[in-house]
C-alpha cells in the first residue's frame, strides 16, 4: 500500500456548552473539582458490589441477571464471560484474591470443546481480549493455552471465499454459519488474534485477521466510507448507510490501534482515508455543536442525524489518534446527551432532539472518552465530568443485587441485564479515570472491550518467528 502523510495542523475549535445548569458556560470545570482519590474508591466500592453481586447469584455461569437475581448464559454451556471480562479489572484494582479466584475458576472450568455455535465477534473481543490481557498482567500461563485453543477454533471463520469471517462457528465441529454480517464484526479482530500470533509466534492468526480488515476497507467506497452490512461470500454490499455507530465502530477504531499496538503501516495507511472521509462525510455542525450522523457511503448525503451512546467512544478515538480539538468538541456533544435525562439515551435524533431508542445498555464508551481527553488534555474538567456521570450511573442503575440495564431513559424503569463489559469497561473506565496511576496509558492498547494489551514481544521476550511476523 502507498503510505500516505498525516496531515500536521490541527484546527481549533470552540467547546460547545453542556446542558445542566450546574455545568453550563464553562462546561463541566465550571462544577466544584471533583477529588480523584475520593472518586476512585467509590468506584471500586460500587465495582466490588456488582462483582459480589454475581458471585453469589451467578458464579460460574456468563453473568447476572440483577433483578431477579439469577445466572444467565449465552449459549448452552457458560463460557465464564464475566469472569474472564472482569479479570484485569480485578488486578488494576489491585483486589488480587479475587483475581486469583477468577483465574482458578477459568483454569478448572473454561472449556471450549462445546458443541455449540458462538458468535466469532463477541467471543474474540470479550474471551480472545480478556484471556490475552489477563495473561499479559499476570503471567500465569494457563491463561494464554485457554486462549490458543480458543483461537484455533476460531479460525475457521475465515474460510470463506473473501476472506471475510462467518459470523458464528461450532467450537468443536469447526462448522461455519452466517453470512450477512458488518464492517465491526469483520475488521475488529486484529488486535486479539494478532497479540496472539506475536506472544505465540504463529503468525498465522495474524495474517487471517488482517486480512479479514484489510479485505474490509478494499470495499470502501470512492468516497472512503464503508456501509453497515455486507455478505461474507460475495463481498457484496447489504446496506449501503454509513456512521460510525454499531455495526462500523470498531472497524474504525482497529485501524488506528492495530497501527498503535503492532506498527503496522498497512493500519496506519488505511486510517488516515478513512477517518478524513468520516470527518468529511459523517461530521455535523449544528448550532455550533459536533455530532456524527449518518450518510449514504456513495454519495455522502445525510441520510439520519442519529447518535448514541455507542457513538460515544469516537471522542477517544479522535483523541488518541492525535485530534484533540475535535475529539473535546464532540465530548461535549456526547455529555449534552447524556445531560438530556441524567443518563444516555442508546440513539438521539440530535438536530430534532428526540430520542430515537430509549434504552441505556450500562454503556462504557462516554466514559472511556472522557478517560482519553482527561489523559491528554490534564482538565480537571473531565474529572468532573466523570464524576457527574459515574453519580447518574449509581443513582438510576444500583440494584440490591449489582446494576441493571435501563429500558427507558426518561422512566428510568430498569431492565434484567448486568452483561460483562459492564465489569470489563464501564466500571474499568471509571476506575482508570480517576486512578491513572494503576496503570501506564502509553504502555497500552486497549481493545474495544476495554482490556489493555502489550507489545511484550518488542522487549525480546517472544520467539523469533513472532519477531520475524513483526518485522513485515
Known amino acids: 500500500m502507498i503510505r500516505m502523510l498525516r496531515t500536521s495542523a490541527l484546527i481549533f475549535l470552540m467547546l460547545a456548552a453542556p446542558v445542566r445548569a450546574a455545568t453550563s458556560s464553562g462546561g463541566a470545570s465550571a462544577a466544584q473539582p471533583a477529588d480523584p482519590a475520593q472518586m476512585a474508591a467509590e468506584v471500586k466500592t460500587e465495582f466490588l458490589h456488582a462483582w459480589t453481586g454475581y458471585k453469589r447469584y451467578a458464579w ?28 484485569d479489572t480485578l488486578v488494576l484494582m489491585g483486589e488480587n484474591k479475587e483475581a486469583d479466584a477468577a483465574r482458578d475458576l477459568i483454569a478448572a472450568k473454561l472449556d471450549f470443546d462445546q458443541d455449540i455455535y458462538v458468535k466469532n465477534f463477541e467471543v474474540t473481543i470479550r474471551l480472545l481480549g480478556g484471556l490475552l490481557s489477563g495473561y499479559q498482567l499476570t503471567g500465569d500461563e494457563r491463561l494464554l493455552h485457554k486462549a490458543e485453543d480458543l483461537a484455533t477454533r476460531l479460525l475457521p471463520v475465515f474460510d470463506s471465499p473473501t476472506g471475510l469471517p462467518y459470523v458464528e462457528v461450532n467450537l468443536r465441529t469447526g462448522k461455519t454459519r452466517g453470512t450477512q ?36 476497507w478494499q470495499r470502501r467506497s470512492a468516497i472512503g466510507l464503508v456501509g453497515s452490512g455486507l455478505d461474507v461470500e460475495t463481498g457484496k454490499w447489504l446496506d449501503t448507510e454509513s456512521h460510525i455507530s454499531g455495526g462500523i465502530d470498531s472497524y474504525y477504531e482497529y485501524l488506528w490501534k492495530c497501527w498503535r499496538l503492532f506498527g503496522d503501516e498497512d493500519c ?28 449514504d457511503m456513495h454519495s455522502g448525503k445525510r441520510t439520519h442525524a442519529y447518535y448514541g451512546a455507542l457513538d460515544a467512544f469516537f471522542p477517544g478515538l479522535l483523541a488518541v489518534s492525535g485530534d484533540v480539538p475535535r475529539a473535546a468538541r464532540l465530548q461535549d456533544s456526547s455529555f449534552r446527551m447524556w445531560n438530556m ?33 482527561s489523559h491528554y488534555t490534564r482538565d480537571p474538567k473531565y474529572l468532573a465530568m466523570g464524576r457527574t456521570l459515574f453519580r447518574d450511573f449509581v443513582r438510576y442503575c444500583r440494584t440490591d443485587a449489582g446494576y441493571a ?65 513483526q518485522s513485515r
Open 341 to 373: 435525562h441524567g443518563i444516555e439515551p442508546e440513539v438521539l435524533d440530535y438536530r430534532a432532539s428526540k430520542i430515537i431508542s430509549p434504552g441505556y445498555a450500562l454503556r462504557p464508551e462516554i466514559v472511556e472518552s472522557t478517560y482519553y481527553l
Open 181 to 216: 454480517t458488518n464492517p465491526a464484526e469483520t475488521g475488529t479482530l486484529l488486535l486479539e488474534f494478532g497479540t496472539l500470533a506475536r506472544v505465540t509466534g504463529k503468525p498465522v492468526f495474524y495474517d487471517k485477521a488482517k486480512r479479514a480488515l484489510v479485505e474490509t
Open 405 to 469: 440495564a435501563l429500558a427507558n431513559v426518561v422512566t428510568k424503569q430498569k431492565k434484567d441485564r448486568m452483561e460483562s463489559f459492564v465489569l470489563a469497561e464501564t466500571f474499568k473506565y471509571y476506575y482508570l479515570l480517576f486512578a491513572p496511576s494503576a496503570l501506564d496509558f502509553d504502555a497500552v492498547t486497549f481493545n474495544t472491550e476495554a482490556h489493555p494489551l502489550r507489545a511484550t514481544w518488542l522487549r525480546g521476550t517472544e520467539t523469533k518467528a513472532a519477531g520475524d511476523a
Open 60 to 87: 460460574g455461569h456468563d453473568d447476572l441477571a440483577p433483578l431477579s437475581r439469577k445466572p444467565h448464559d449465552w449459549y448452552a454451556k457458560s463460557l465464564l464471560m464475566s469472569p474472564v471480562d472482569a479479570l
Open 268 to 295: 496506519l495507511a488505511m486510517w488516515q482515508p478513512s477517518i478524513a472521509a468520516a470527518n468529511r462525510y459523517l461530521a455535523d455542525d449544528v448550532g455550533g455543536s459536533l455530532w456524527y450522523g449518518y450518510a
